[in-house]
């Protein structure tokens, strides 16, 4: 009896002085994320958050990078043709959608949406241990993920390729510059036609082919 008396001692003293554990990999609709804070995968390989790059003080994007690399490592970037002029940037659950909001503006205009057509009456936005970040529905299932629109980097688990059932072309490309993530003039796609193969462009000049895939 002594014995569970002190237990139950340790247990409370602990409560007290321990910080509760909550979620820190995923948004929902109640719990935003502001510039400043992150949301890190649940083995803490990835961070999700806001980010400038290179040498710019002004522009703010959201990305996702390696957590336990020294240099910051982006992987993945949502706005990066519409940055945030400040840090008022905040990403939210709306409309069951994922939104970046420009929280300085009166009318917290939209920079960024996962623009899913299909609403569900709850969403959540979840960083994976793989750097997806996937939104899905109180059921668990996928309704947008980052994999689906790759920037300039291909993670383990990624698809480069044309879907056909829906028509979702999966490619890569490279920045405009090391501190602008915008859509450079190099990319790097499957061409679907003939036999299809990985093909490197500058533009719309190919400099590059795998050669026709042999099954192997």
């Known amino acids: 009896m002594a014995f569970q008396e002190s237990f139950r001692s340790l247990l409370l003293v602990a409560s007290i002085f321990l910080p509760i554990c909550n979620s820190i990999d995923t948004i929902t609709p109640n719990q935003s994320l502001k510039d400043g804070e992150t949301l890190i995968s649940v083995g803490e390989k990835f961070v999700l958050g806001f980010f400038s790059p290179g040498n710019s003080s002004t522009n703010r994007y959201v990305g996702i990078w390696y957590n ?3 240099d910051q490592t982006i992987v993945w970037t949502a706005n990066s043709e519409n940055p945030v002029k400040n840090s008022s940037g ?4 709306k409309g069951g959608n994922l ?3 420009d929280g300085g503006h009166s009318n917290n205009s939209t920079l960024w949406s996962t623009n899913v057509s299909t609403a569900a009456n709850y969403s959540s936005a979840t960083l994976t241990d793989s750097g997806n ?4 529905d109180d059921h668990q299932r996928v309704l947008w993920e980052s994999f689906d629109y790759p920037t300039n980097t291909w993670l383990p688990g990624m698809k480069v390729g044309l879907d056909r059932p829906t028509g979702l072309s999966r490619f890569l490309t ?4 090391t501190t602008d993530p ?3 003039e190099f990319s790097f796609a499957v061409d679907p036609t003939g036999v299809p193969q990985y093909v490197l462009r500058l533009g719309s ?5 795998s050669g026709p895939w042999n099954g192997q």
């Open 68 to 70: 336990k690399i020294p």
């Open 90 to 93: 905040v990403l939210i659950i």
């Open 99 to 101: 939104v970046l909001v």
């Open 133 to 136: 970040l996937a939104l899905t």
């Open 174 to 177: 490279s920045w405009k510059s």
């Open 182 to 184: 915008a859509p450079g």
């Open 205 to 209: 000049d190919r400099i590059w082919r």
